[in-house]
Protein backbone atom coordinates (compact mmCIF):
# COMPACT_ATOMS: atom_id res chain seq x y z
CA UNK A 1 0.00 0.00 0.00
CA UNK A 2 2.81 2.36 1.19
CA UNK A 3 4.20 1.88 -2.51
CA UNK A 4 0.60 3.06 -3.93
CA UNK A 5 0.11 5.97 -2.01
CA UNK A 6 4.31 7.27 -2.96
CA UNK A 7 2.71 6.41 -6.81
CA UNK A 8 -0.37 8.59 -6.31
CA UNK A 9 2.01 11.74 -4.42
CA UNK A 10 3.64 11.78 -8.58
CA UNK A 11 6.39 8.20 -8.17
CA UNK A 12 6.92 7.40 -11.74
CA UNK A 13 5.50 4.17 -12.90
CA UNK A 14 7.78 1.40 -14.28
CA UNK A 15 7.24 -2.56 -14.84
CA UNK A 16 7.09 -3.72 -11.12
CA UNK A 17 4.87 -0.88 -10.15
CA UNK A 18 2.60 -1.65 -12.73
CA UNK A 19 1.64 -4.70 -11.41
CA UNK A 20 0.98 -3.60 -8.11
CA UNK A 21 -1.25 -0.94 -9.57
CA UNK A 22 -3.18 -3.24 -11.81
CA UNK A 23 -5.41 -4.63 -9.04
CA UNK A 24 -6.31 -0.82 -8.14
CA UNK A 25 -6.85 0.18 -11.50
CA UNK A 26 -8.03 -2.49 -13.48
CA UNK A 27 -11.98 -3.05 -13.81
CA UNK A 28 -13.53 -6.15 -14.30
CA UNK A 29 -16.98 -6.92 -15.28
CA UNK A 30 -17.58 -9.13 -12.80
CA UNK A 31 -17.01 -6.71 -10.33
CA UNK A 32 -19.08 -5.54 -7.55
CA UNK A 33 -19.26 -1.80 -6.53
CA UNK A 34 -21.90 -0.35 -3.83
CA UNK A 35 -22.75 3.25 -4.98
CA UNK A 36 -20.92 5.60 -2.64
CA UNK A 37 -22.75 6.66 0.43
CA UNK A 38 -24.56 10.33 -0.39
CA UNK A 39 -23.95 12.76 2.54
CA UNK A 40 -25.28 15.74 0.81
CA UNK A 41 -28.75 16.32 0.21
CA UNK A 42 -31.24 19.26 -1.02
CA UNK A 43 -34.72 18.50 -0.55
CA UNK A 44 -34.07 14.97 -1.38
CA UNK A 45 -31.43 15.57 -4.17
CA UNK A 46 -28.16 14.68 -4.13
CA UNK A 47 -25.83 17.26 -3.84
CA UNK A 48 -22.51 15.17 -2.53
CA UNK A 49 -21.04 11.20 -2.08
CA UNK A 50 -18.23 9.79 -0.34
CA UNK A 51 -15.09 9.81 -3.15
CA UNK A 52 -16.28 12.85 -5.30
CA UNK A 53 -16.04 16.44 -4.50
CA UNK A 54 -17.96 19.78 -5.21
CA UNK A 55 -17.88 23.41 -5.11
CA UNK A 56 -19.92 26.72 -4.27
CA UNK A 57 -19.23 29.49 -5.93
CA UNK A 58 -20.25 33.19 -6.36
CA UNK A 59 -19.39 36.92 -6.13
CA UNK A 60 -17.14 38.55 -3.57
CA UNK A 61 -19.75 38.93 -0.76
CA UNK A 62 -22.30 36.90 -1.91
CA UNK A 63 -22.27 35.16 1.47
CA UNK A 64 -20.52 31.96 0.52
CA UNK A 65 -19.51 31.10 3.67
CA UNK A 66 -22.44 31.45 5.46
CA UNK A 67 -23.73 28.67 2.93
CA UNK A 68 -21.23 26.59 4.10
CA UNK A 69 -21.74 27.02 7.49
CA UNK A 70 -24.61 25.32 6.97
CA UNK A 71 -23.56 22.66 5.27
CA UNK A 72 -21.33 22.03 8.20
CA UNK A 73 -23.31 22.61 10.99
CA UNK A 74 -26.16 19.94 9.29
CA UNK A 75 -23.10 17.25 8.92
CA UNK A 76 -22.52 18.45 13.32
CA UNK A 77 -26.08 17.75 14.44
CA UNK A 78 -27.32 15.32 12.09
CA UNK A 79 -30.74 17.79 11.78
CA UNK A 80 -31.40 19.59 8.48
CA UNK A 81 -29.72 23.18 8.47
CA UNK A 82 -31.23 26.01 6.23
CA UNK A 83 -32.05 23.07 3.35
CA UNK A 84 -28.90 20.79 3.76
CA UNK A 85 -29.37 17.49 5.41
CA UNK A 86 -25.97 15.92 5.84
CA UNK A 87 -25.67 13.00 7.08
CA UNK A 88 -21.65 11.48 7.58
CA UNK A 89 -21.15 7.58 8.07
CA UNK A 90 -20.11 5.53 10.81
CA UNK A 91 -16.27 5.97 11.12
CA UNK A 92 -16.48 8.95 8.67
CA UNK A 93 -17.75 11.29 11.37
CA UNK A 94 -15.00 14.41 11.56
CA UNK A 95 -14.75 16.95 9.74
CA UNK A 96 -11.87 18.67 8.40
CA UNK A 97 -12.17 22.82 7.61
CA UNK A 98 -9.63 24.99 6.11
CA UNK A 99 -9.17 28.26 5.51
CA UNK A 100 -6.94 30.09 3.53
CA UNK A 101 -8.14 34.06 3.30
CA UNK A 102 -9.44 35.04 6.63
CA UNK A 103 -7.56 36.34 10.08
CA UNK A 104 -7.88 33.39 13.35
CA UNK A 105 -10.60 36.27 14.26
CA UNK A 106 -12.65 35.75 11.39
CA UNK A 107 -12.40 32.25 11.20
CA UNK A 108 -13.06 32.01 14.77
CA UNK A 109 -16.53 33.59 14.36
CA UNK A 110 -16.97 31.25 11.41
CA UNK A 111 -16.45 28.57 13.18
CA UNK A 112 -18.67 29.67 16.51
CA UNK A 113 -21.39 30.11 13.70
CA UNK A 114 -21.11 26.56 12.48
CA UNK A 115 -21.32 25.48 16.59
CA UNK A 116 -24.80 27.90 16.73
CA UNK A 117 -26.17 26.34 14.01
CA UNK A 118 -25.64 23.23 14.98
CA UNK A 119 -27.02 23.95 18.62
CA UNK A 120 -23.52 22.62 20.10
CA UNK A 121 -22.10 24.35 22.88
CA UNK A 122 -19.58 27.20 21.78
CA UNK A 123 -17.13 26.87 25.46
CA UNK A 124 -16.64 23.29 24.79
CA UNK A 125 -14.02 21.91 21.89
CA UNK A 126 -15.73 19.16 19.95
CA UNK A 127 -13.11 17.12 18.27
CA UNK A 128 -15.28 15.72 15.22
CA UNK A 129 -13.98 19.41 13.94
CA UNK A 130 -10.90 20.23 12.94
CA UNK A 131 -10.53 24.34 12.03
CA UNK A 132 -6.94 24.96 10.20
CA UNK A 133 -6.14 28.79 9.53
CA UNK A 134 -3.97 29.07 6.25
CA UNK A 135 -3.79 32.46 5.45
CA UNK A 136 0.15 33.47 6.27
CA UNK A 137 1.53 30.08 4.25
CA UNK A 138 2.09 29.49 0.57
CA UNK A 139 0.43 27.42 -2.17
CA UNK A 140 3.01 24.63 -1.77
CA UNK A 141 2.82 24.48 1.96
CA UNK A 142 -1.50 24.71 1.95
CA UNK A 143 -1.50 21.66 0.07
CA UNK A 144 1.61 20.04 1.87
CA UNK A 145 -0.45 20.71 5.37
CA UNK A 146 -3.84 19.30 3.94
CA UNK A 147 -1.96 16.27 2.22
CA UNK A 148 -0.81 15.37 5.96
CA UNK A 149 -3.42 16.00 7.53
CA UNK A 150 -5.85 14.06 5.75
CA UNK A 151 -2.79 10.86 6.53
CA UNK A 152 -2.49 11.82 10.17
CA UNK A 153 -5.83 12.35 10.96
CA UNK A 154 -8.57 9.47 11.50
CA UNK A 155 -12.20 9.15 10.29
CA UNK A 156 -12.54 12.34 7.99
CA UNK A 157 -15.37 12.04 6.46
CA UNK A 158 -15.68 15.76 4.98
CA UNK A 159 -13.07 18.32 3.57
CA UNK A 160 -13.92 22.13 3.46
CA UNK A 161 -11.24 24.37 1.50
CA UNK A 162 -12.78 28.19 1.55
CA UNK A 163 -10.55 29.36 -0.95
CA UNK A 164 -9.32 26.43 -3.35
CA UNK A 165 -7.78 29.28 -5.84
CA UNK A 166 -5.36 29.74 -2.63
CA UNK A 167 -3.73 26.25 -3.12
CA UNK A 168 -2.05 27.43 -6.69
CA UNK A 169 -0.49 30.08 -7.74
CA UNK A 170 -1.83 31.23 -11.22
CA UNK A 171 -6.12 30.71 -11.72
CA UNK A 172 -5.13 31.34 -15.37
CA UNK A 173 -2.45 28.31 -15.63
CA UNK A 174 -3.60 25.05 -16.44
CA UNK A 175 -1.42 22.86 -15.18
CA UNK A 176 -1.33 23.97 -12.04
CA UNK A 177 -5.20 24.28 -12.44
CA UNK A 178 -4.99 20.56 -13.42
CA UNK A 179 -2.69 19.37 -11.01
CA UNK A 180 -4.88 20.61 -7.94
CA UNK A 181 -8.25 19.38 -9.44
CA UNK A 182 -5.67 15.59 -9.96
CA UNK A 183 -5.58 16.84 -6.28
CA UNK A 184 -8.80 16.69 -5.20
CA UNK A 185 -9.79 13.70 -6.98
CA UNK A 186 -6.93 11.67 -5.44
CA UNK A 187 -7.75 12.97 -2.01
CA UNK A 188 -11.62 12.22 -2.04
CA UNK A 189 -11.04 9.03 -3.84
CA UNK A 190 -8.27 6.89 -1.72
CA UNK A 191 -9.26 8.59 1.56
CA UNK A 192 -13.02 7.83 0.95
CA UNK A 193 -14.40 11.63 1.61
CA UNK A 194 -16.07 14.66 0.24
CA UNK A 195 -14.28 17.46 -0.54
CA UNK A 196 -16.23 20.86 -0.64
CA UNK A 197 -14.44 24.20 -2.23
CA UNK A 198 -15.42 27.49 -2.16
CA UNK A 199 -14.27 29.59 -5.66
CA UNK A 200 -15.14 33.56 -6.63
CA UNK A 201 -17.12 34.08 -10.08
CA UNK A 202 -16.07 37.03 -11.97
CA UNK A 203 -17.23 40.20 -11.33
CA UNK A 204 -18.47 40.63 -14.72
CA UNK A 205 -20.17 37.51 -15.45
CA UNK A 206 -21.47 34.27 -13.81
CA UNK A 207 -18.32 32.46 -14.71
CA UNK A 208 -16.42 30.96 -12.10
CA UNK A 209 -12.48 32.79 -12.17
CA UNK A 210 -9.60 31.02 -13.89
CA UNK A 211 -9.06 28.10 -15.78
CA UNK A 212 -9.36 26.82 -12.71
CA UNK A 213 -13.02 27.39 -12.42
CA UNK A 214 -13.22 25.71 -15.78
CA UNK A 215 -11.62 22.81 -14.68
CA UNK A 216 -13.99 22.56 -11.29
CA UNK A 217 -16.86 22.84 -13.48
CA UNK A 218 -15.74 20.01 -15.94
CA UNK A 219 -15.11 17.88 -12.64
CA UNK A 220 -16.95 18.46 -9.73
CA UNK A 221 -19.80 16.45 -9.01
CA UNK A 222 -22.48 19.46 -7.91
CA UNK A 223 -21.58 23.43 -8.39
CA UNK A 224 -23.22 25.78 -6.30
CA UNK A 225 -23.79 29.24 -6.81
CA UNK A 226 -24.82 31.41 -4.57
CA UNK A 227 -26.06 34.91 -5.47
CA UNK A 228 -27.32 38.33 -3.95
CA UNK A 229 -31.03 39.04 -4.81
CA UNK A 230 -30.80 42.02 -7.46
CA UNK A 231 -33.87 43.99 -5.59
CA UNK A 232 -32.69 43.12 -1.94
CA UNK A 233 -29.01 42.03 -1.30
CA UNK A 234 -29.20 41.09 2.50
CA UNK A 235 -31.19 37.90 0.43
CA UNK A 236 -28.80 35.57 -1.31
CA UNK A 237 -30.21 32.69 -3.19
CA UNK A 238 -28.52 29.37 -3.76
CA UNK A 239 -29.01 26.84 -6.87
CA UNK A 240 -26.96 24.11 -8.56
CA UNK A 241 -25.76 25.64 -11.81
CA UNK A 242 -24.02 21.89 -12.04
CA UNK A 243 -25.08 19.00 -10.89
CA UNK A 244 -25.31 15.29 -11.85
CA UNK A 245 -28.58 14.13 -10.13
CA UNK A 246 -31.43 16.05 -10.56
CA UNK A 247 -31.54 20.19 -9.94
CA UNK A 248 -33.56 20.89 -6.52
CA UNK A 249 -35.63 24.03 -6.19
CA UNK A 250 -33.46 26.77 -5.21
CA UNK A 251 -33.81 28.28 -1.86
CA UNK A 252 -32.36 31.58 -0.25
CA UNK A 253 -31.64 32.77 3.16
CA UNK A 254 -31.12 35.93 4.76
CA UNK A 255 -28.68 36.65 7.86
CA UNK A 256 -30.90 37.06 11.28
CA UNK A 257 -30.20 39.43 14.31
CA UNK A 258 -27.89 37.09 15.94
CA UNK A 259 -25.76 36.88 12.50
CA UNK A 260 -26.52 33.72 11.58
CA UNK A 261 -28.02 32.39 8.30
CA UNK A 262 -31.75 31.46 7.98
CA UNK A 263 -34.62 30.09 5.62
CA UNK A 264 -36.55 33.07 3.92
CA UNK A 265 -40.31 31.40 3.52
CA UNK A 266 -42.53 31.88 0.66
CA UNK A 267 -39.92 33.37 -1.29
CA UNK A 268 -40.30 34.43 -4.98
CA UNK A 269 -37.57 33.43 -7.52
CA UNK A 270 -37.52 35.77 -10.23
CA UNK A 271 -37.08 33.46 -13.61
CA UNK A 272 -33.85 34.59 -15.73
CA UNK A 273 -34.18 34.58 -19.42
CA UNK A 274 -32.35 31.84 -21.22
CA UNK A 275 -29.66 33.02 -23.20
CA UNK A 276 -30.05 32.79 -26.95
CA UNK A 277 -27.21 31.03 -29.46
CA UNK A 278 -28.49 32.70 -32.71
CA UNK A 279 -31.08 35.49 -33.78
CA UNK A 280 -32.49 32.97 -36.49
CA UNK A 281 -33.19 30.73 -33.45
CA UNK A 282 -35.48 33.11 -31.88
CA UNK A 283 -39.25 32.76 -31.33
CA UNK A 284 -41.62 35.65 -33.40
CA UNK A 285 -42.24 37.50 -29.91
CA UNK A 286 -38.71 37.34 -28.79
CA UNK A 287 -38.38 39.33 -32.01
CA UNK A 288 -41.11 41.72 -31.61
CA UNK A 289 -40.32 42.04 -27.79
CA UNK A 290 -36.70 43.37 -29.16
CA UNK A 291 -38.06 45.50 -32.01
CA UNK A 292 -40.73 47.05 -29.69
CA UNK A 293 -37.68 48.05 -27.57
CA UNK A 294 -35.77 49.21 -30.27
CA UNK A 295 -38.14 51.42 -32.08
CA UNK A 296 -39.43 52.80 -28.62
CA UNK A 297 -40.77 56.46 -29.35
CA UNK A 298 -38.97 56.77 -33.00
CA UNK A 299 -41.17 56.02 -36.65
CA UNK A 300 -37.72 55.83 -38.58
CA UNK A 301 -34.14 56.05 -38.09
CA UNK A 302 -31.03 56.07 -39.97
CA UNK A 303 -28.69 52.90 -41.10
CA UNK A 304 -25.91 54.16 -37.74
CA UNK A 305 -29.11 54.76 -35.11
CA UNK A 306 -30.70 51.57 -36.40
CA UNK A 307 -27.79 50.02 -35.51
CA UNK A 308 -27.48 51.15 -31.67
CA UNK A 309 -31.23 50.61 -31.41
CA UNK A 310 -31.05 46.98 -32.61
CA UNK A 311 -27.86 46.52 -30.39
CA UNK A 312 -29.85 47.85 -27.39
CA UNK A 313 -33.22 46.39 -27.99
CA UNK A 314 -31.74 42.81 -28.18
CA UNK A 315 -29.06 43.23 -25.56
CA UNK A 316 -32.82 43.74 -23.65
CA UNK A 317 -33.77 40.13 -24.33
CA UNK A 318 -30.73 38.27 -23.54
CA UNK A 319 -28.61 38.72 -26.74
CA UNK A 320 -26.18 41.39 -26.55
CA UNK A 321 -23.42 41.14 -29.62
CA UNK A 322 -20.94 43.27 -31.59
CA UNK A 323 -21.02 45.33 -34.38
CA UNK A 324 -20.56 42.25 -36.98
CA UNK A 325 -23.52 40.27 -35.87
CA UNK A 326 -25.81 43.45 -35.41
CA UNK A 327 -24.77 44.11 -39.03
CA UNK A 328 -26.36 40.77 -40.06
CA UNK A 329 -29.21 40.75 -37.66
CA UNK A 330 -30.36 43.80 -39.65
CA UNK A 331 -30.01 42.27 -42.91
CA UNK A 332 -31.86 39.18 -41.98
CA UNK A 333 -34.54 41.54 -40.51
CA UNK A 334 -34.29 43.77 -43.71
CA UNK A 335 -34.99 40.60 -46.04
CA UNK A 336 -37.82 39.37 -44.14
CA UNK A 337 -39.53 43.04 -44.56
CA UNK A 338 -39.70 43.19 -41.00
CA UNK A 339 -37.42 46.50 -40.96
CA UNK A 340 -38.00 48.46 -44.43
CA UNK A 341 -35.93 51.24 -45.90
CA UNK A 342 -38.08 54.30 -47.32
CA UNK A 343 -36.86 57.71 -48.10
CA UNK A 344 -37.00 59.00 -44.25
CA UNK A 345 -34.89 55.93 -43.39
CA UNK A 346 -35.69 52.86 -41.59
CA UNK A 347 -39.15 51.84 -40.28
CA UNK A 348 -40.26 48.38 -38.26
CA UNK A 349 -43.24 46.93 -39.51
CA UNK A 350 -44.57 44.18 -36.60
CA UNK A 351 -47.05 42.78 -39.16
CA UNK A 352 -45.00 39.65 -40.41
CA UNK A 353 -43.78 39.13 -36.89
CA UNK A 354 -47.83 38.93 -36.04
CA UNK A 355 -49.07 36.50 -39.05
CA UNK A 356 -47.89 33.71 -36.85
CA UNK A 357 -45.74 32.22 -39.43
CA UNK A 358 -42.04 31.09 -39.01
CA UNK A 359 -39.47 33.95 -40.39
CA UNK A 360 -36.83 31.08 -40.83
Excluded at 1 to 28: P, Q, V
Excluded at 38 to 47: D, L
Excluded at 84 to 103: A, H, W
Excluded at 229 to 240: D, G, H, L, T
Aim: proline share 3%.
Amino acid sequence: MKSLIDMRNGAKIDGTNYKLLLKHIRLNVTDKYEFPPEIIKVNGTTVATLGNFSASTGKPKSKKTFNVSALVASALSGKEVLKYKTILPQGKERILYVDTEQSKCHCHKVMQRIMKLAGLPVDKEDDRILFFVLREYTPEQRREIISCALQEEENIGLVIIDGIRDLIHDINSPGESLNIINELMRWSSYYEMHIHTVLHQNKGDDNTRGHIGTELNNKAETILQVSKNAENPNISEVRAVHIRDKEFQPFAFEINEDALPQLVNNYKFTKTKEKISSYADMSNEQHLEALECAFKDKQSMGYQELLDSLKTGYASIGYARGRNTIVKLCKFLSNINVLIKEEQGYIFDKEPLCSGSSLV
